[in-house]
């Protein structure tokens, strides 16, 4: 069994049983317990789990689906690559639809201050970063704020959002995996980066790594759907191949 799939069924048991003990999992996957507090780290690293004396808890467990705020804290290194290589991918001059996000944000950070584009987002941060630029078309799409995310959600953002064509969407995603796809804890949520997938030319993944082999409640797109997929280089090449083998590309920054 190599890491990624010992991790995933770690992670697998701990969602199940509610937390995990070190001594239990060594003997049930026939490894050394250092083997096992070597795993839990790297899923810790993740986000996966929480490490308790003797073992480790889900993170759903700590808190059901991680704010804005507290995500924005997070990897900030990694998220910040990834979203200076998914800025290579945005037409000037171009129509970008912007999900809400840590690493959509930091794509909103890094876009240069004379950037011409039109930029249609769900996402309050984004908006109020964007606001005010001379050579930028804002449209900010409505409808009811999850406290979460600080994103626009429900009827009439999937409304706006059907009467739209863009050429390029960038989301984020909660889960990411070959099997299920595109996943998100909320309904709302996914029915809104759904209808965001259906309006763009080309879909944009921007995620990090720590999402891939991960699976919510709510599916909101397939692979097939997705044009690109921006992540970092501590993503397993056979997770990567898996994606690709589902019919997307990916790309490590």
Same mark, same amino acid.
């Given at each position: 069994?190599?890491?990624? *799939? $010992?991790?995933?069924?770690?992670?697998?048991? &701990?969602?199940?049983?509610?937390?995990?003990e070190v001594a239990s999992l060594a003997e049930a996957l026939e490894v050394t317990t250092e083997t096992i507090r070597r795993d839990l780290t790297a899923l810790e690293h993740k986000g996966a789990v929480r490490r308790v004396h003797g073992g480790a808890i889900p993170a *759903? $467990?700590?808190?059901?689906?991680?704010?804005? &705020?507290?995500?924005s804290t997070q990897r900030t290194d990694v998220k910040r690559r990834i979203a200076a290589r998914v800025?290579?991918?945005?037409?000037?001059?171009?129509?970008?639809?912007?999900d809400s996000g840590s690493t959509t944000q930091a794509l909103v950070d890094l876009l240069p201050a004379d950037a011409t584009l039109t930029v249609v987002t769900n996402s309050i941060p984004a908006a109020a970063a964007l606001a005010g630029r001379p050579n930028l078309t804002l449209l900010m799409l409505g409808g009811s704020v999850r406290g979460a995310t600080a994103a626009a959600v429900g009827d009439w953002t999937t409304q706006a959002l059907a009467g739209l064509v863009v050429d390029v969407a960038v989301l984020g995603t909660n889960?990411?995996?070959a099997a299920?796809?595109?996943?998100?804890?909320?309904?709302?949520?996914?029915?809104?980066?759904?209808a965001m997938a259906k309006a763009a030319r080309r879909v944009i993944v921007a995620t990090d790594s720590s999402k891939a082999g991960d699976d919510h409640l709510h599916r909101f797109a397939s692979l097939e759907q997705v044009d690109l997929i921006v992540t970092d280089g501590d993503l397993a090449e056979d997770i990567a191949e898996e994606l690709r083998e589902a019919g997307t590309e990916v790309v490590c920054a």
């Amino acid at each position: 069994m190599y890491a990624t *799939e $010992r991790q995933q069924r770690i992670l697998e048991i &701990a969602r199940t049983d509610g937390r995990v003990e070190v001594a239990s999992l060594a003997e049930a996957l026939e490894v050394t317990t250092e083997t096992i507090r070597r795993d839990l780290t790297a899923l810790e690293h993740k986000g996966a789990v929480r490490r308790v004396h003797g073992g480790a808890i889900p993170a *759903e $467990r700590l808190e059901l689906e991680p704010t804005l &705020a507290s995500r924005s804290t997070q990897r900030t290194d990694v998220k910040r690559r990834i979203a200076a290589r998914v800025l290579d991918e945005i037409p000037a001059g171009g129509t970008v639809l912007l999900d809400s996000g840590s690493t959509t944000q930091a794509l909103v950070d890094l876009l240069p201050a004379d950037a011409t584009l039109t930029v249609v987002t769900n996402s309050i941060p984004a908006a109020a970063a964007l606001a005010g630029r001379p050579n930028l078309t804002l449209l900010m799409l409505g409808g009811s704020v999850r406290g979460a995310t600080a994103a626009a959600v429900g009827d009439w953002t999937t409304q706006a959002l059907a009467g739209l064509v863009v050429d390029v969407a960038v989301l984020g995603t909660n889960g990411l995996s070959a099997a299920r796809g595109l996943t998100t804890p909320d309904q709302a949520e996914a029915h809104a980066k759904a209808a965001m997938a259906k309006a763009a030319r080309r879909v944009i993944v921007a995620t990090d790594s720590s999402k891939a082999g991960d699976d919510h409640l709510h599916r909101f797109a397939s692979l097939e759907q997705v044009d690109l997929i921006v992540t970092d280089g501590d993503l397993a090449e056979d997770i990567a191949e898996e994606l690709r083998e589902a019919g997307t590309e990916v790309v490590c920054a």
